[in-house]
């Protein structure tokens, strides 16, 4: 059977109409796991590597975002401040 050596994943293709055809991965089994039937592309491992890649991507994008970086210099105002607080000589009574 030779269907034996090819990827076990489903893929969903745009089809001409804009709709999505299932059907099975024309590539083979990656040959270092061959017992999990899927292709490299397919594989849980890549999958979660790719994942895991994409969602370092966003977190370096939320990184450099003003909204996020403004609440970041604000918490080290308020750092800041409450250290200043602690540092003043006389206690102010109010
Ligand atoms: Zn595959």
Redesign the pocket.
Known sequence: MEDEK????K?YEQGRWGSFHPHR???RVWEEYPKDG??????PITKELREKKSWEKAEARREKDPWVLLAKAQQTIRKLEAELEALRPIPQKR
């Open positions: 090819k990827c076990t994943a893929v991965c024309r590539y899927y292709c490299k592309i397919h594989h």
